[in-house]
């Protein structure tokens, strides 16, 4: 286990809505990333936060957006779902900020969108 | 855009023989990041290359990054039925504070 939790685990949402994900860093661990992961694709980067401020995002509407909060733990919104929304949301922790350093990821929330 | 395309998207090998995935981006990367991912799991980090024509072993895996930094990849000698999974890249585009990850290489054995 890499320490890294999300939760929660499974998730049904109506198209529309909104919904907050939420991630728990590895111990030590100031950096955050969020990724969507379709069925059968690799993962998609969605931003990333180093000490509460985004740092870097990915080709994502504007619709998705974050937190990251002073002990590191992360939420990840998206308003007006739609049914493409519809994925395994990943989120990953580093111990330094920017892209060149190993992630560990969490087990993920899958999200519905019907 | 940027892209990072892999292939083989899948490949179905009798234990024992050998198994390489390859990844060509389109795009000169600051690094590349390998992952495992068995089914039903998560990315579980293998390796990190950033220099130009880089060669890293782990026991029977062999990673190499281009002289470029444009391709880059993965060799697993001898597989075994702990190896299945999904093997990704995904590289780095420092100038652009973004990742992009290829679309995997499932890797199936016969035992």
């Known amino acids: 286990e890499t320490g890294v939790t999300q939760s929660p685990t499974h998730l049904i949402k109506t198209r529309g809505q909104q919904v907050t994900l939420r991630c728990s860093s590895q111990?030590?661990?100031?950096?955050v990333s969020w990724y969507q992961q379709a069925l059968g694709q690799g993962p998609q980067f969605i931003f990333q936060?180093?000490?509460?401020?985004?740092?870097g995002r990915g080709n994502f509407p504007p619709r998705f957006s974050g937190l990251q909060f002073p002990n590191y733990s992360s939420e990840l919104n998206v308003n007006a779902l739609e049914l493409d929304d519809s994925a395994l949301y990943l989120c990953a922790s580093s111990l330094e900020r920017g892209l060149n350093t190993e992630a560990f990821f969490g087990q993920g929330t899958r999200l519905t969108v019907v | 855009g940027q892209q990072v395309m892999q292939i083989p998207q899948y490949q179905h090998v009798q234990e024992g023989e050998d198994f390489t995935t390859y990844c060509n981006s389109s795009?000169?990367?600051?690094?590349i990041q390998w992952y495992k991912q068995r089914p039903g799991g998560h990315p579980v980090f293998l390796i990190q290359l950033v220099k130009s024509g880089e060669v890293k072993k782990q026991k029977r895996l062999t990673f190499q990054f281009g002289e470029a930094k444009k391709n880059s990849s993965l060799h697993i000698t001898a597989t075994q039925t702990t190896d299945v999974g999904t093997y990704f890249c995904a590289g780095s585009i420092s100038s652009a504070s973004k990742i992009i990850f290829g679309s995997g290489t499932r890797l199936s054995i016969r035992p």
């Open positions: 936060y180093y000490r509460e401020e985004e740092n």
């Open positions: 795009t000169t990367l600051s690094n």
């Open positions: 111990s030590g661990h100031n950096t």
